[in-house]
C-alpha cells in the first residue's frame, strides 16, 4: 500500500526528531503519472489511496497547474466520503484552495462545493435547519462572488432546493400550531413564510393553511382572499377544489 512513512531519529543527547520518507515508489513517477494515477484511484472511489497521490503531487509542485488540480481532488475525494467529518476536512480543502489561488477559474467551483457540503448535511424538514440556512449562506456568497459562472444555474438550483426545505420548516411548524388551535401563532408563522420564500414549492398549500387560519380567528374576509390566490394562481392544484368549498362555506 503507497503511503507517506514516517521514521524517528534519536539520539542519547537530543529529542526525538520525526522525518516524513517519502515512499520511494512516488518519487519515481512525473508529476503527469501522479496525476493520472490518482485519477485512477479517484475512478475506483479508492479516496484514501487517491489522496496519496494527490498529496504528493501538490506538496511537490504547488504552483504547477497539476499541484493546484491536486489540491482541489484532495478536497473532492473528501467530499465524496460524504460522511460529517469528511465534509468539514472538504470545507477546509476548499478553503485553502480559494485563499492560496482566489484568482483560478476554478474558484466559482470550489465556492460552489463549499455551499454543497453544508447542503449534503442538512437535516428533515422538522428538524433542525442550522445547515440549510449555512448552505445558503455559502451558496449565496458563491453566487456573489462568481456572478457569471457556468456553474451559476446548479448554484442557484441548490440554493431553491435549501430554501425550500426553510420554507416547508416554516409550513410544518405552522401546520403544529393550527393542530394545537394556536392559530395566531400559525398566521405568523404562514406570513412570513409567504413573504421570505417567494418560490416555495407548496406555496398554494401555504394560502390555503392560512385561510383556514385566519377563518378560524373570525377574519373571514382576509381568509376569502388567500383562498381566492389558490384558485387565480394555482388552479390545477390539490388545493383548488377545497379552496372551492371554503370560498362557498364563507359565503353561505
Request: proline fraction near 5%; glycine fraction near 4%; charge should be positive.
Amino acid at each position: 500500500m503507497i503511503a507517506t512513512l514516517f521514521v524517528v531519529a534519536a539520539c542519547n543527547r537530543g529529542p526525538r526528531v520525526y522525518r516524513p520518507v517519502v515512499d520511494p515508489e512516488l518519487l519515481k513517477l512525473s508529476k503527469e503519472q501522479l496525476f493520472e494515477k490518482g485519477e485512477e484511484q479517484y475512478k475506483r472511489e479508492k479516496w484514501q489511496r487517491a489522496r496519496t497521490y494527490f498529496s504528493h503531487l501538490y506538496e511537490s509542485f504547488p504552483n504547477d497547474p497539476l499541484g493546484r488540480r491536486s489540491l482541489l481532488r484532495i478536497a473532492d475525494t473528501y467530499y465524496e466520503q460524504g460522511d460529517p467529518v469528511n465534509l468539514v476536512e472538504a470545507q477546509y480543502k476548499y478553503r485553502d484552495f480559494i485563499n492560496r489561488y482566489p484568482t483560478s477559474d476554478q474558484a466559482d467551483y470550489a465556492m460552489l462545493r463549499i455551499g454543497m457540503c453544508s447542503f449534503k448535511q442538512m437535516e428533515r424538514p422538522d428538524r433542525d435547519q442550522q445547515k440549510t440556512r449555512e448552505a445558503v449562506e455559502k451558496l449565496n456568497d458563491m453566487l456573489r462572488a462568481h456572478p457569471n459562472s457556468p456553474l451559476k444555474a446548479e448554484a442557484e438550483a441548490r440554493r431553491q432546493d435549501a430554501l425550500d426545505r426553510l420554507a416547508r420548516h416554516e409550513h410544518l411548524v405552522a401546520r403544529y400550531y393550527m393542530k394545537r388551535g394556536s392559530h395566531n401563532s400559525a398566521v405568523q408563522r404562514l406570513n412570513f413564510l409567504i413573504d421570505t420564500y417567494a418560490n416555495y414549492n407548496d406555496r398554494a398549500g401555504a394560502f390555503y393553511d392560512l385561510g383556514n387560519a385566519l377563518s378560524h380567528l373570525g377574519r373571514d374576509g382576509e381568509a376569502r382572499l388567500y383562498f381566492e390566490r389558490v384558485l387565480t394562481e394555482f388552479p390545477k392544484s390539490d388545493y383548488a377544489e377545497p379552496a372551492k368549498r371554503r370560498l362557498s362555506d364563507l359565503k353561505a
